[in-house]
């Protein structure tokens, strides 16, 4: 008798990529949905952080 392998749902890719979109774009979404207003400079020290 021969073992099967438990087929991965299809969904789950897709909420591992969607897990990782949130948690990669987090410092640019975050203070803007708690009410700051942020610009392009805020925006790209989030991005480009100094040592």
């Known amino acids: 008798m021969r ?6 749902p299809a969904f789950v890719p897709w909420l591992v990529l969607g897990a990782a979109l949130v948690l990669a774009t987090m410092p640019a979404w ?3 949905i708690f009410g700051t207003a942020l610009t392009l400079d805020d925006l790209l020290s989030l991005r480009c952080l100094s040592g």
């Open 3 to 8: 073992l099967q392998r438990a087929a991965l």
């Open 30 to 32: 975050r203070p803007l």
